[in-house]
């Protein structure tokens, strides 16, 4: 089934107005709006939101989209979107370009379309990252497969985020290490230890859906020996590990930098990924000041993965 889409740019004066019209006097099945503001204010978040200018096309003020079935007349709904712009602007308000344009789209159920685009992933000589529902036949006899089916909860080992954490674990692990995976969303990093030769690994994580998809695929795996904690990053946790990964927004990661030494053992290594480039420099400041250093820094694209060390 098709959506006929159609794109309106309009001010911010009748982005109310304009919504009730169109879902309740034309009956559009949904609207969707991209706002000039929200990219404007983006970075007062105190979250890791960046804002790269020249990588977003920002409207001048709001872009507006309506759906509708396919079936609707488009000279029909475009005159009538007229009208009503040219009503609000007699009252004194500002429309904004009232450019329109219509386009159409195919509805889908994007629950389960993105499947089609996640294939197995070589990750590397010794590791492949297989869907559960593709079949794979390693090219070596002594490459170690992760069977996986993320649901909702994030790590596929398609971000670079992901591939970046999993390099660096394959560089630390040269020997049995216990391992603790904060916020380990689909479980990838916590399960990639345990074929890496991890001799212990906990994964921890705040949300359920993780929780859950971590138990799925470790399942899919035939592992049974990863602890698993529903808490936030290291709160409550007891004990000391020889690694410790977070693949997690630099916010987050600043939250956990002050619990890091107390949980990790002499001579222990720490991986983060999930830092922007731009944000670097603060979280090596954050590390310097409680005594830890970057020893091997990993970059792709403009994401940064990190091995940290005490120092000397």
Same mark, same amino acid.
């Given at each position: ?106 509805? *889908?159920?994007?629950? =389960?379309?993105? /499947? ?7 990750? @590397?000589?010794? &590791? %492949? !990252? ?39 674990? *394959?560089?630390?692990? =040269?020997?049995? /290490? ?7 969303? @689909?479980?990838? &990093? %916590? !399960? ?121």
């Amino acid at each position: 089934m098709k959506l006929l889409r159609i794109e309106m740019q309009i001010s911010h004066e009748i982005e109310d107005a304009m919504v009730y019209f169109l879902e309740n006097d034309l009956h559009a099945l949904g609207t969707e709006m991209i706002r000039r503001s929200d990219f404007e204010t983006a970075e007062d978040r105190h979250d890791s939101t960046l804002v790269v200018w020249e990588d977003v096309d920002v409207p001048e003020d709001i872009k507006l989209f309506a759906y509708f079935s396919s079936e609707e007349h488009v000279p029909e709904l475009t005159e009538k979107i007229q009208a009503k712009f040219k009503e609000l602007a007699s009252y004194g308000l500002q429309v904004g370009e009232g450019q329109l344009t219509h386009d159409y789209i195919k509805d *889908e159920d994007w629950n =389960t379309v993105w /499947k089609k685009y996640y294939h197995p992933i070589q990750f @590397s000589r010794y &590791l %492949a !990252i297989v869907p559960e529902w593709e079949n794979y036949t390693p090219a070596f006899s002594d490459q170690q497969v992760i069977k996986l089916d993320p649901g909702l909860a994030f790590g596929t080992g398609n971000h670079e985020t992901t591939k970046l954490a999993m390099l660096c674990l *394959e560089r630390v692990m =040269t020997k049995p /290490k216990s391992v603790v995976d904060v916020g380990t969303g @689909s479980g990838i &990093l %916590a !399960i990639a230890s345990k074929k890496f030769g991890a001799s212990s690994v906990l994964a921890t994580d705040i949300t359920d859906e993780s929780i859950n998809a971590t138990h799925e695929n470790m399942a899919l795996n035939q592992i049974e020996d990863i602890e698993i904690q529903k808490t936030s990053l290291l709160s409550g946790i007891s004990g000391k590990f020889d690694v410790i990964i977070a693949n997690i927004l630099a916010e987050i990661l600043l939250e956990l930098i002050p619990q890091l030494d107390e949980h990790l053992n002499e001579g222990g290594q720490i991986i983060f990924s999930g830092i922007d480039y731009l944000q670097l420099p603060k979280i090596e400041q954050a590390l310097d000041q409680i005594g830890m250093q970057v020893s091997l820094k990993l970059q792709e694209k403009r994401w940064i993965g990190l091995i940290i060390t005490r120092k000397p």
